[in-house]
């Protein structure tokens, strides 16, 4: 009989040695560390595993495309209406607000406040797509000790690296963007006509103008976005025993990441707007 069983079954069978009692001591006190109960959304975590290693990066490029796209059609005019305002030197007020999206209807046409929404999904598509992809595979390399969450700095890091990587890709979309948000119909007739009047008149550094601080400005936005949406999301499986949060709360929890994240980097943000635009801003 294993000595073991026989200092379990007491009795005075046989007493255990002090180097057996330090090492079962050892070993009871490393037992709540080591299979610490980590909440977790159960269903979301049965789906994940269902989807093939070589399939993940492919779903989430799809997930995210479809999600940048939707997201930005629908605020569109509200985004434009902010871009008014960066490179304006105007403050801003809700009545202001009104009033631009009235003058701009009543000057262009409901559909004028859509005006540059297609060089918004030429860029927010493959730039949502790269960024939502790059932070599921920064989650799984910076996961090293294999768990459901990553720990806060970890969180922060790979939603750092996921905007850092899409921003490298999709910048020169961005400016295009930003340029025919601002100007008039007239001005651009289409994507690929402002990038040639940019290299034929400013010359080919031009489609990075500002490249340094929407790089900068990434860091924290993406860094406290992801970080702040995966945390609600562990607080949310710690208070609901692993209920998985319906669309209401997920898109709650966006909101508040999205918040965040935009407070972090607004100042960077009207950096990079006006040097996007100063020299049409200049024109006029």
């Known amino acids: 009989m294993p000595v073991a069983a026989v200092v379990r079954g007491g009795g005075g069978a046989g007493k255990a040695g002090p ?7 050892a070993e009871e006190g490393a ?8 909440h977790y959304h159960q269903e979301e975590h049965k789906v994940n595993e269902k989807v093939a290693a070589h399939h993940k990066v492919l779903t989430s490029l799809i997930a995210g495309a479809m999600a940048g796209a939707l997201a930005k059609t629908v605020i569109a005019p509200l985004d434009r209406t902010k871009i ?4 304006a030197n105007k403050p801003f007020s809700a009545r202001e607000a009104a009033r631009f999206l009235y003058d701009t209807v009543r000057n262009s046409g409901v559909l004028s406040l859509w005006r540059g929404n297609s060089a918004t999904l030429v860029r927010i598509v493959p730039y949502a797509a790269i960024q939502y992809a790059a932070h599921e595979q920064y989650k799984l390399m910076l996961n090293f000790r294999n768990k459901k969450h990553l720990p806060p700095h970890l969180r922060f890091l790979a939603g750092s690296l996921a905007g850092v990587t899409s921003v490298a890709f999709t910048y020169p979309l961005d400016l295009c963007r930003a340029r025919m948000a601002v100007t008039p119909k007239a001005f651009y007739n289409h994507i690929g006509e402002v990038f040639m009047r940019m290299i034929r008149e400013e010359g080919f550094r031009s489609i990075y103008r500002g ?10 936005y993406s860094g406290f ?3 702040t949406y995966e945390s609600l999301k562990k607080v949310h499986a710690e208070t609901h025993s692993g209920r998985d949060p319906n669309p209401l709360e997920r898109m709650c929890f966006g909101a508040v990441a999205g ?7 607004y100042p960077l943000d009207i950096v990079r707007r006006r040097m996007q635009t100063a020299d049409l801003v200049a024109d006029e």
């Open 19 to 25: 180097a057996q009692t330090l090492a079962e001591g």
């Open 31 to 38: 037992e709540p560390h080591d299979q610490e109960e980590e």
């Open 84 to 87: 008014n305002f960066q490179i």
């Open 211 to 220: 490249f340094t601080p929407t790089i900068l400005g990434s860091i924290p």
């Open 225 to 227: 976005s992801f970080f």
């Open 259 to 265: 918040m965040v994240g935009q407070s972090a980097s």
